[in-house]
């Protein structure tokens, strides 16, 4: 692995614009296979673009965010999550001088492991692989950026830069975090991600909070009369309803939602830019070595926001509804995966062939990897179909 010249044209521009404790590709670690640099776009640019063009990338439009795919055009998929995820990572970026590029292709890669079905089929995969090392979407989202993408001569993966592999990953056990090498060490030395990656994973929780609102609303499984028990959405509403009386319910709606949004991206800027101030880190090497993460709401805008997601847990995430379409998936999922481990010969032939061979070299472990490999690829409706195929089963 090793960094990008400074001597890179891209390099000159972005030192203008990068503050100081943003990452900069000259201190980037580098890829796990050396390659020239591209002579038209930045390294984070190129992760960004070859993360856009990936396999995986393209099944999220089929996968599910709330609701499973085939409910509704309207709601979230994980691909609009990720664009939207993108759109507010950036935002900030440029508010705090950080990678907007870096910033990008971190959100954009964050859900490319999650499995069909959402938090259900990752929780009903996870059940499957506990003999095998388990399942988890954040572990399996860096496997296919690292190997199950196939996309060049010269590596498997993608080959991006440590720097969007470390804000792909997350979390990560010890143990895991062994097997993963330098991008694993962080969380043995429990040192701190750059705050570009810091920065994507809050971004994350504000996208799927607000949008989890409109969804939710959509779908008649909350009500805005609910909702105003929450401080942080009446005080809004209130507010929307005052400025405009004459506006519909969706429209009341959409702005009330935007202006919470709003309001947590500015909150977050402000805190965040105290934090770093505070810390007086001054390199991506002094943010690591900070004892907490700098990007951070202030502690009101916490409490506020953690009172929100409280109720869409409560009363969105646990609605009955949400509960039954929960179980559905959790079978197909757990009837697929033992029909595979069964049969291999249920799978397609390059699946089947990379089964047979992993179980030649590590046993049923390396057999069950394969098929949580192709059962987690799956969008929503291929999952259905070819559970309909195998069992002549109609589940949804």
Same mark, same amino acid.
């Given at each position: 692995?090793?960094?990008?010249?400074?001597?890179?044209?891209?390099?000159?521009?972005?030192?203008?614009?990068?503050?100081?404790?943003?990452?900069?590709?000259?201190?980037?670690?580098?890829?796990?296979?050396?390659?020239?640099?591209?002579?038209?776009?930045?390294?984070?640019?190129?992760?960004?673009?070859?993360?856009?063009?990936?396999?995986?990338?393209?099944?999220?439009?089929?996968?599910?965010?709330?609701?499973?795919?085939?409910?509704?055009?309207?709601?979230?998929?994980?691909?609009?999550?990720?664009?939207?995820?993108?759109?507010?990572?950036?935002?900030?970026?440029?508010?705090?001088?950080?990678?907007?590029?870096?910033?990008?292709?971190?959100?954009?890669?964050?859900? #490319?492991?999650?499995?069909?079905?959402?938090?259900?089929?990752?929780?009903?995969?996870?059940?499957?692989?506990?003999?095998?090392?388990?399942?988890?979407?954040?572990?399996?989202?860096?496997?296919?950026?690292?190997?199950?993408?196939?996309?060049?001569?010269?590596?498997?993966?993608?080959? #991006?830069?440590?720097?969007?592999?470390?804000?792909?990953?997350?979390?990560?056990?010890?143990?895991?975090?062994?097997? #993963?090498?330098?991008?694993?060490?962080?969380?043995?030395?429990? *040192?701190?991600?750059?705050?570009?990656?810091?920065?994507?994973?809050?971004?994350?929780?504000?996208?799927?909070?607000?949008?989890?609102?409109?969804?939710?609303?959509?779908?008649? #499984?909350?009500?805005?009369?609910?909702?105003?028990?929450?401080?942080?959405?009446?005080?809004?509403?209130?507010?929307?309803?005052?400025?405009?009386?004459?506006?519909?319910?969706?429209?009341? *709606?959409?702005?009330?939602?935007?202006?919470?949004?709003?309001?947590?991206?500015?909150?977050?800027?402000?805190?965040?830019?105290?934090?770093?101030?505070?810390?007086?880190?001054?390199?991506?090497?002094?943010?690591?070595?900070?004892?907490?993460?700098?990007?951070?709401?202030?502690?009101?805008?916490?409490?506020?926001?953690?009172?929100?997601?409280?109720?869409?847990?409560?009363?969105?995430?646990?609605?009955?509804?949400?509960?039954?379409?929960?179980?559905?998936?959790?079978?197909?999922?757990?009837?697929?995966?033992?029909?595979?481990?069964?049969?291999?010969?249920?799978?397609?032939?390059?699946?089947?062939?990379?089964?047979?061979?992993?179980?030649?070299?590590?046993?049923?472990?390396?057999?069950?990897?394969?098929?949580?490999?192709?059962?987690?690829?799956?969008?929503?409706?291929?999952?259905?179909?070819?559970?309909?195929?195998?069992?002549?089963?109609?589940?949804?």
């Amino acid at each position: 692995m090793r960094g990008i010249p400074a001597s890179d044209p891209v390099h000159k521009v972005q030192s203008t614009i990068l503050a100081p404790y943003g990452a900069h590709e000259s201190d980037s670690r580098g890829r796990m296979h050396a390659e020239a640099p591209a002579s038209h776009r930045g390294e984070y640019r190129r992760d960004r673009e070859r993360i856009i063009h990936s396999t995986a990338f393209r099944r999220l439009e089929y996968k599910t965010q709330l609701f499973v795919n085939h409910e509704g055009d309207l709601y979230r998929t994980r691909l609009t999550h990720s664009i939207e995820v993108a759109q507010v990572a950036r935002s900030i970026a440029y508010r705090l001088g950080l990678n907007e590029p870096l910033c990008e292709a971190i959100a954009l890669a964050h859900d #490319l492991g999650h499995t069909p079905f959402g938090h259900a089929g990752q929780d009903a995969l996870n059940r499957c692989m506990q003999a095998h090392g388990g399942f988890e979407h954040n572990l399996q989202s860096l496997r296919v950026v690292d190997c199950l993408e196939l996309k060049y001569p010269q590596f498997p993966g993608l080959n #991006l830069t440590f720097e969007t592999r470390e804000g792909i990953l997350k979390h990560c056990s010890k143990k895991n975090a062994r097997a #993963l090498g330098s991008v694993g060490q962080r969380f043995l030395e429990r *040192t701190q991600p750059s705050l570009e990656a810091q920065l994507a994973n809050i971004a994350d929780e504000i996208a799927y909070t607000s949008h989890d609102i409109d969804d939710g609303l959509r779908a008649n #499984l909350i009500t805005v009369s609910k909702l105003r028990e929450v401080e942080l959405f009446d005080q809004h509403i209130d507010a929307v309803e005052h400025e405009f009386p004459q506006l519909g319910r969706r429209q009341k *709606t959409y702005e009330t939602i935007r202006r919470i949004r709003n309001r947590l991206v500015a909150d977050l800027i402000t805190a965040s830019q105290a934090a770093i101030d505070e810390a007086r880190v001054g390199s991506l090497d002094e943010v690591r070595a900070a004892p907490g993460s700098l990007i951070r709401f202030s502690e009101p805008m916490r409490e506020k926001n953690q009172a929100l997601k409280n109720f869409l847990r409560e009363h969105l995430y646990r609605h009955e509804r949400v509960h039954r379409m929960n179980r559905k998936a959790a079978k197909v999922v757990a009837d697929l995966y033992a029909a595979f481990f069964r049969d291999a010969r249920l799978m397609p032939d390059e699946y089947r062939g990379m089964a047979n061979e992993a179980a030649g070299r590590d046993g049923d472990s390396g057999r069950a990897r394969v098929i949580s490999d192709y059962i987690s690829g799956m969008t929503d409706r291929y999952a259905i179909a070819e559970h309909r195929r195998i069992f002549n089963e109609k589940i949804f």
